[in-house]
T-cell receptor
């Protein structure tokens, strides 16, 4: 059984560009959440989606957006990239969004130059 | 505001010694508390959650609402316990997961 898969694994962008990160949840999982992890810190919650609807949003600017597709996969989009957006972006899936074990992907390492 | 603090960035203990990883939180309401672990070159994974009241790999954690703490304990540390440990909380319905900064546990032979 495949775990949570994220693509790409690494990405280099320049300031002002936009980026799309992708996540495929474990089969049967309907909830996907996104996290930003800056080196030396814990993951910071960005978005949670369940059944294609946004269920939660962290304290991130509107440059960050996401969506969930009918097959429950998800995309995270970041516009007008800043140097400070350089981080590891983690996706996690779960059966339902509450009181549930999160299964994490390996992440996408984004570097903004 | 929701917040999780883990006062120790690094904790080193000898094999066989007891270990306690501290976690304090602030949350308006009744949060769900979790401990996640990341072993070297592996993905972040759930270690335990307070609603299950379980012991995983010899680890336990007790929720103390009065002290707003959820410390992780193990009576006898093993070398394979060396990892990064994150305390986390969420709302009752899973919203707005908050992770602490993490504590790196190093178990020395």
């Amino acid at each position: 059984d495949a775990g949570v898969t994220q693509s790409p694994t690494h990405l280099i962008k320049t300031r002002g560009q936009h980026v799309t990160l992708r996540c495929s949840p474990i089969s049967g999982h309907k909830s996907v959440s996104w996290y930003q992890q800056v080196l030396g810190q814990g993951p910071q919650f960005i978005f949670q989606y369940y059944e294609k609807e946004e269920r939660g949003r962290g304290n991130f600017p509107d440059r960050f957006s996401a969506r969930q597709f009918p097959n429950y996969s998800s995309e995270l989009n970041v516009n007008a990239l800043l140097l400070g957006d350089s981080a590891l972006y983690l996706c996690a899936s779960s059966l339902v969004p509450f009181n549930e074990k999160l299964f994490f992907g390996s992440g996408t390492q984004l570097s903004v130059l | 505001a929701q917040r999780v603090t883990q006062p120790e960035k690094l904790l080193s203990v000898f094999k066989g010694a007891p270990v306690e990883l501290k976690c304090n939180y602030s949350y308006s309401g009744s949060p769900e508390l979790f401990w996640y672990v990341q072993y070297s070159r592996q993905r972040l994974q759930l270690l335990l959650r307070h609603i299950s009241r379980e012991s995983i790999k010899g680890f336990t954690a007790d929720l103390n609402k009065g002290e707003t703490s959820f410390h992780l304990k193990k009576p006898f540390a093993q070398e394979e316990d060396s990892a990064m440990y994150y305390c986390a909380l969420s709302g009752l319905y899973g919203q707005n997961f908050v992770f602490g900064p993490g504590t790196r546990l190093s178990v020395l032979p």
